[in-house]
RNA sequence: GCUCAGGUGGCGGAAUUGGUAUACGCGCACGACUCAAAAUCGUGUGGGGUCUCCCAUGAGGGUUCAAGUCCCUCCCUGAGCACCA
C-alpha cells in the first residue's frame, strides 16, 4: 500500500514537471551564473541498465545541489543513436537500424523520465537525426576545408566480422572493442583526421582542467610524447641513408647494428644487394601472415633475418656494422628503423645473444654483462664523448654525427571512415575532373582560388555545398555490411551517383560513414541551441554555457570520446567559432557496478540487476538514495541486494516525522538538535560537492535520528531537512513540502538552506584523556575548554585519577577540544 | 614488465588529513507489540580475557606522546598501458 503511493507520488510530480516545464533551462537568468552539467549520453542499446541509473542519478543530485546554490543549472540528455553497437544489435535481430534505435530510444526515454532528473528535454538530441547529422557533416567539412582530413590507402586495422576499418583507439588488445573479433591488417584506402597535428596541445591544455589525475596521465600516455633525435647510417652500395629515430643519442658508440621492421621500403629497394634475398623473402611472408597479436606478443622469442651483402656505418665510430629485419621494430612509429644498442636496452639485448651479436657496453653504470642497464650515467668507450653524462652527451653525439632533435607522438591519425550503413554519411563527391584539373594546372587558371586546402591536398574529392547538408542517409534495404570492404552504400546508385559541386560535372559520392565517435565530439555544443538551422549553434549561447562546467561519465571513455572531443574543440577554436579550448572544465568518473557476485554484469552470467524492478517495487527515490548510499561513487563495486531496505525505512521515517503534527507547546528546539541540524547542512552540501553522496546520506539519517529523538523540532528546521532530502529524493521530497510542510511553489527552486555559524560547533566537547598515549578516561567539557581546566577535571575523573598514583608526570600533551595526553613514569 | 587506484567487523563502508578505529546502513541475536507471522519499535553486536584489562585497519619493520593515516621492505586485488626504440 505504501509503495503504491510512493509510485503514485512520483508519477503525479513527474507529470506536473514535464507539463509546466520547471526544469526547461533559460540562457540567462538575471543574477545567477550558469552551469553547464553533463552527463555522458547513452546510446540506445534496448534498456536503461543500473549503470546508467547509477551513472545518471547521483550526477542529477549534484544537479540539484548546485541549482539549489543559486546557478542557472542547463542538464540536458540526448542519444548517441548512430555507430557499431546499435547496428550489429539490430542486424543480430533482423530488424533496420534506423527502426531499432528510434523504438529503443522511446523506451529509454520513457525509463529516464522515471528517474525524475531535472533534464531539460527539450533539448534532447539524437545525432541519427538529419538535423543533427547535418552539423557533425559540416563538421567534418570544417575539418576538410582546413587540411585535417586526408584520404590514404595504407594498412588499416580491420575486423573481419564487423566488416569495418577501427580507430587505434578501438582495438582492444588487438580484438574489436565493439565485438571482440581479432583484428587483421587489411590495405584500404580510408579518411583520417589529422589529430596528431594537436598532440602537443592535447598533452599541455590538461593542465587547463580539473580532471582526476588518472584520467589525464592516461590520456598523457596515449599521446606518448618522446623527445629524440633522427639519426642517418649511410649504407654500403646505396645512395640513401638509413634514417633512425633513438631517444638515446647519448649510447649511439654502444651500437652495434641496425633493425628495419619488415614493411620499411628499403627492405624491397635494397632487393638487388641482398644475397639472401630468399630467405627474407620468406620472413617477410611469415611476418605479414601473424596478426597483431601474435606479432606483439611479449612472451614468444625474437625473431629476424639478417641482410646479407649489405652494411652500414655507425657515423659515431666508423664501423661497418650488420643491417637486420625483424618484426619487433614496428612499421608505424619512428622511420620504422632502429639502431641497436643492446647493453643498454632490453629488447636490443634479446636480440642480440640469439643472433651473437657484441655488446658494447657505453655507460659507465653498467656492471654485469649478462644483463643490460636501461638507466643513464658517465660515459664510457666513447671517444671524446667518454667521461660526460647521458643528458649532455645526447645533444653533443647528435650534433657531432649531424643528426636532428625530434619529437615523436605515438599517437596515430584518427581513422574515421566505416564501412558501415548505420553513421552520418561523410559529405564528399569524387570529381575526374577536377582530379585532373587540380594535377594538371593550366597555368592561367588559379586553382588554389576555386579549391579548397581539403580539396588541394585530396585531388578529385570535392566538398559538398553547405546548402546542400545534410547528404541524406538513404533507406535502404539492404544495409548489410558487405565482405569487399566497401560500404553498403555504394549499391545504392541514386546515392552514389551525383553531379560535382565545383564544375557541375559527373561524380559520385563517397559511400564510407563516419565513426560515430564523429558525432559524439560536438554534441555538448548542440544542447546549448538545439533547434538552430543556421548554424550548428549560436555564438552567443555557446558562450553563456560553454565549456561544460561538469561533465559525469564512465572512465572507458578516457581516451577515445575525451580525447576526440578535446581535439575536435581546439581545431573549432582555431577556425574562431570557439572561444574556448578545452571543452570539459571539470571531469569526474563514477565507478562500475558489478553484479551481486562481484562479477561484471552479463546476461550470460545471469547477474543483471534489472532498475526497472528495482523502481516498480521500491520507486524512483529509493533507488535514487540507495545508489548513492552504497559506496564512495567513483569507486562502485558489487551490488548488495539487501541493503536497499535500508533507506527504503529511512525515506518511510522521513515521511512519518514530517508528516507527523509538531507539538503545539511553547517547547524550544534543544540547542544539540539544532547544532546537528546545522552540521547536516553543512555537510551534506559540502559531500555533494565532492561527490561524497554517500556520506552525505548518512549524515542525514543521523539528523533525522536525532530530530526523532528530540522534544521539538521547530518548523523551519523540518522543511530545511526535507530541502537537504530533496536533491536525492525529489519527489518525496516535493510531495511533503506541498503537502504536510503546506509550503509553496517547486522545493527544486527553493535556495540551499543557510548555516547559522554559531550552531557548527558543539557546545560540549568530548576530550580523550590518555596516560602514555592509552585511553583511559573521556569527559565531557565545554567547548575551547584550556590546558589547565581539563587538567583538572581529568584529574578528578575516578577513573583516571587512580592511575596517577605514585607517578611522576614529566610531560603533558593537550589538542584542544581534542586530546589530553600525560606521559608519566614511577615515581 | 610499467603506471595508477585499493586492501578496515559476517557484508557495503566511515574516520574533520597524525588525535576516541569500526560512524551510517545491511545482516544477526534478544526483547516489545501479535493467537501467530510480517511490518514496526527497543536493546545488543570486532576478537579475546583472569572483565578496574589486552589484542586488532593485508604482512613485517621504522618515525612519533600518539599511526588506518607518514617513511622503508614485501604480499594480494582491481583498472589502464604494453616490443613506441
Redesign the pocket.
Known amino acids: 500500500m505504501k509503495k503504491n503511493n510512493q509510485l503514485r507520488i512520483e508519477k503525479k510530480w513527474q507529470s506536473e514537471w514535464k507539463k509546466k516545464g520547471v526544469y526547461s533551462a533559460k540562457d540567462t537568468v538575471a543574477g545567477k551564473k550558469n552551469f553547464y552539467h553533463l552527463v555522458m549520453f547513452p546510446y540506445p542499446s534496448g534498456n536503461l541498465h543500473i549503470g546508467h541509473w547509477y551513472n545518471f542519478a547521483p550526477a542529477d543530485v549534484y544537479a540539484r545541489y548546485i541549482k539549489a546554490r543559486g546557478y542557472n543549472v542547463l542538464s540536458p540528455i540526448g542519444f548517441d543513436a548512430f555507430g557499431l553497437p546499435a547496428e550489429n544489435a539490430a542486424i543480430k535481430r533482423g530488424i533496420h537500424p534506423r527502426v531499432w534505435t528510434y523504438q529503443n530510444i522511446r523506451t529509454m526515454v520513457t525509463q529516464l523520465e522515471r528517474m525524475g532528473n531535472i533534464y531539460d528535454w527539450s533539448r534532447m538530441l539524437i545525432t541519427a537525426d538529419p538535423e543533427y547529422y547535418r552539423w557533425t557533416q559540416w563538421m567534418f567539412l570544417e575539418l576538410f576545408r582546413r587540411g585535417l582530413a586526408y584520404r590514404k590507402k595504407a594498412a588499416a586495422n580491420w575486423c573481419p566480422s564487423c566488416h569495418t576499418v577501427l580507430a587505434n583507439e578501438q582495438v582492444?588488445?588487438g580484438r574489436c572493442e565493439r565485438c571482440g573479433s581479432e583484428v587483421v591488417q587489411k590495405e584500404i584506402e580510408q579518411w583520417l583526421l589529422k589529430i596528431t597535428d594537436y598532440a602537443d596541445r592535447l598533452i599541455s591544455d590538461l593542465d587547463m582542467v580539473d580532471w582526476p589525475?588518472?584520467t589525464k596521465?592516461?590520456q598523457r600516455?596515449?599521446i606518448?610524447k618522446?623527445e629524440?633525435a633522427v639519426i642517418q647510417f649511410s649504407i654500403s652500395n646505396f645512395q640513401f641513408p638509413i634514417k633512425?629515430?633513438?631517444?638515446?643519442a647519448d649510447t649511439l658508440f654502444g651500437c652495434t647494428y641496425l633493425?628495419l621492421?619488415p614493411e620499411h621500403a628499403f627492405v624491397q629497394e635494397l632487393k638487388e644487394s641482398i644475397r639472401n634475398w630468399n630467405e627474407v623473402e620468406a620472413y617477410l611472408v611469415q611476418t605479414r601472415k601473424k596478426s597483431d597479436l601474435q606479432?606483439?606478443?611479449?612472451a614468444?622469442e625474437?625473431?629476424g633475418v639478417l641482410l646479407q651483402g649489405i652494411e652500414a656505418t655507425n657515423p659515431a665510430t666508423g664501423k661497418k656494422i650488420p643491417i637486420f629485419v625483424a618484426?619487433?621494430?614496428?612499421?608505424?612509429?619512428?622511420?620504422?628503423?632502429?639502431?641497436a644498442?643492446p647493453a643498454h636496452?632490453?629488447?636490443?639485448f634479446?636480440f642480440a645473444k640469439k643472433f651473437h651479436m657484441p655488446i658494447v657496453s657505453v655507460i659507465t653504470s653498467h656492471k654485469n654483462p649478462n644483463e643490460f642497464y636501461g638507466g643513464e650515467g658517465t660515459l664510457i668507450n666513447s671517444g671524446k664523448f667518454t667521461g660526460m653524462s647521458s643528458e649532455q652527451a645526447r645533444t653533443a653525439i647528435t650534433h657531432f654525427v649531424g643528426g636532428k632533435q625530434q619529437t615523436?607522438y605515438?599517437l596515430r591519425d584518427w581513422l574515421v571512415s566505416r564501412q558501415r550503413y548505420w553513421g552520418a554519411p561523410i559529405p564528399l563527391v569524387f570529381c575526374a575532373a577536377c582530379k585532373t584539373h587540380i594535377e594538371n594546372p593550366k597555368p592561367k587558371t588559379q586553382s588554389s582560388k576555386l579549391y579548397s586546402k581539403g580539396e588541394l591536398l585530396n585531388p578529385g574529392w570535392i566538398a559538398v555545398n553547405e546548402k546542400d547538408l545534410p547528404v541524406t542517409l538513404p533507406n535502404v534495404k539492404n544495409y548489410l555490411p558487405t565482405e569487399e570492404g566497401k560500404s553498403p552504400l555504394a549499391h545504392a546508385q541514386s546515392f552514389v551517383n551525383t553531379t560535382c559541386p565545383r564544375c557541375g560535372g559527373k561524380a559520385v559520392r563517397e559511400t564510407d560513414t563516419m565513426d560515430t565517435f564523429m558525432c559524439s565530439s560536438w554534441y555538448f555544443l548542440r544542447y546549448t541551441d538545439p533547434h538552430n538551422n543556421k548554424t550548428f549553434a549560436d555564438k552567443k549561447k555557446m558562450k553563456s554555457w560553454l565549456p561544460v562546467s561538469m561533465y559525469i561519465g564512465g572512465?572507458?571513455h578516457?581516451?577515445m570520446h575525451l580525447l576526440y572531443a578535446r581535439f575536435l574543440t581546439k581545431a573549432l577554436y582555431d577556425a574562431k567559432h570557439l572561444s574556448f579550448k578545452e571543452p570539459f572544465a571539470r571531469l569526474r568518473h563514477q565507478g562500475?557496478i558489478l553484479g551481486p557476485d562481484g562479477q561484471?554484469m552479463s546476461k550470460s552470467r545471469g547477474n543483471v540487476v534489472d532498475p526497472d524492478n528495482l523502481v516498480n517495487e521500491f520507486g524512483a527515490d529509493v533507488v535514487r538514495l540507495y545508489l548513492c548510499?552504497?559506496?564512495?561513487y567513483e569507486?562502485?563495486?558489487?551490488w548488495?541486494p539487501?541493503?536497499i531496505?535500508?533507506?527504503?525505512?529511512?525515506l518511510?521515517?522521513v515521511e512519518a516525522f514530517i508528516i507527523q503534527k509538531p507539538a503545539r507547546s511553547k517547547l524550544k528546539t534543544p540547542l544539540v538538535v539544532k547544532q546537528t541540524y546545522y552540521q547536516t547542512v553543512k555537510k551534506v552540501g559540502d559531500d555533494i560537492n565532492q561527490l561524497?553522496f554517500?556520506?552525505a546520506?548518512?549524515a542525514l539519517?543521523?539528523c533525522l535520528?536525532s530530530f526523532?529523538e528530540a522534544s521539538y523540532v521547530e518548523p523551519e528546521l523540518r522543511a530545511g531537512f526535507v530541502q537537504l532530502l530533496a536533491p536525492f529524493a525529489p519527489h518525496l521530497a516535493q510531495e511533503l513540502w506541498s503537502g504536510a510542510l503546506g509550503c509553496k511553489g517547486y522545493i527544486s527552486n527553493e535556495p540551499w538552506p543557510a548555516v547559522r555559524k554559531q550552531y557548527l560547533q558543539n557546545s560540549q566537547?568530548?576530550i580523550?584523556c590518555?596516560i602514555?598515549?592509552?585511553?583511559?578516561a573521556?569527559i565531557e567539557v565545554p567547548a575551547g575548554s584550556d590546558k589547565e581546566t581539563v587538567l583538572t577535571l581529568a584529574r578528578t575523573n575516578e577513573?583516571f585519577q587512580?592511575?596517577l598514583l605514585d607517578q611522576e608526570v614529566i610531560?603533558i600533551?593537550f589538542?584542544p577540544d581534542?586530546?589530553l595526553?600525560l606521559?608519566i613514569k614511577p615515581r
Open positions: 582492444v588488445d589525475e588518472k596521465i592516461m600516455n596515449w606518448g618522446s629524440g633512425v629515430f633513438t631517444t638515446r633493425v621492421a606479432r606483439t606478443d611479449l614468444k625474437k625473431t618484426d619487433y621494430v614496428l612499421t608505424g612509429y619512428g622511420t620504422g628503423a632502429i639502431m644498442v636496452d632490453e629488447r636490443d634479446e615523436q605515438r572512465a572507458e578516457s581516451v562500475i561484471k548510499f552504497m559506496g564512495p569507486q562502485g563495486g558489487a548488495q539487501g541493503g531496505m535500508g533507506v527504503e525505512r529511512f518511510k521515517r561524497s554517500n556520506t546520506v548518512s539519517m543521523i535520528r526523532e566537547v568530548s580523550v590518555q602514555n598515549g592509552k585511553k583511559r573521556v577513573g587512580k592511575y610531560r600533551i589538542v581534542k586530546i595526553n606521559i
